[in-house]
């Protein structure tokens, strides 16, 4: 089934495709963003690392069936790539993503957390999914928290700044329609 197109408010989710990439190099090699990546993330970042994180890694686990990737972009400027958001069907790490600074702050990520997560759970039909994030970063922490998750298990995992506290957050589909009015499908 190929990823479509999700649309909010005020923004465009569109999938991810190989030509994102040059947008990508120039938004997510900034330290506020990569340091609470993980470990295996290159920093500094290379002049080709979106090309290569894009052709070799994105692109490839979407045609496996295992990897659902956006870019966001604002309604108002959709040629404009603002971040990235993903969803993962891999064990503890279903769902990740990144803002450019300059787009922080203002709601965005939250607004396409909630799209994705929904198609995550409605669309998609997945039981439960769950998200890990350093324990320092509290401004994801307020995305998970508004969003109806709760912290399920506190671990030690290496980050692009150091071995930091790590959490993995956690809300099932019955949970999660139930705080949007929505019936589980069976």
């Given at each position: 089934m190929p990823i479509p197109t999700l649309h909010t408010e005020r923004l465009l989710l569109k999938p991810l495709e190989a030509g994102d990439a040059p947008q990508i190099q120039q938004r997510y090699p900034h330290w506020e963003i990569v340091r609470y990546m993980v470990s295996s993330v290159p920093w500094p970042y290379p002049d080709n690392g979106a090309e290569q994180y894009v052709n070799n890694v994105a692109l490839p686990d979407i045609a496996k069936g295992i990897a659902w990737f956006w870019t966001l972009r604002q309604r108002a400027a959709v040629d404009n790539l603002m971040g990235l958001i993903c969803l993962y069907d891999v064990e503890d790490n279903n769902r990740g993503f990144w803002l450019a600074p300059e787009y922080q702050r203002q709601g965005y990520m939250r607004e396409a957390s909630l799209a994705v997560t929904d198609y995550w759970f409605n669309t998609l039909n997945k039981p439960v999914l769950r998200a890990?994030?350093?324990?320092?970063?509290?401004?994801?922490?307020?995305?998970?928290?508004?969003s109806g998750m709760r912290r399920i298990r506190t671990e030690k995992k290496a980050y692009v700044s150091g071995v930091l506290d790590s959490e993995v957050w956690e809300i099932t589909r019955d949970e999660w329609n139930a705080r949007h009015g929505k019936r589980t499908r069976v």
């Open positions: 890990p994030k350093a324990a320092v970063n509290q401004r994801s922490q307020r995305i998970s928290e508004q």
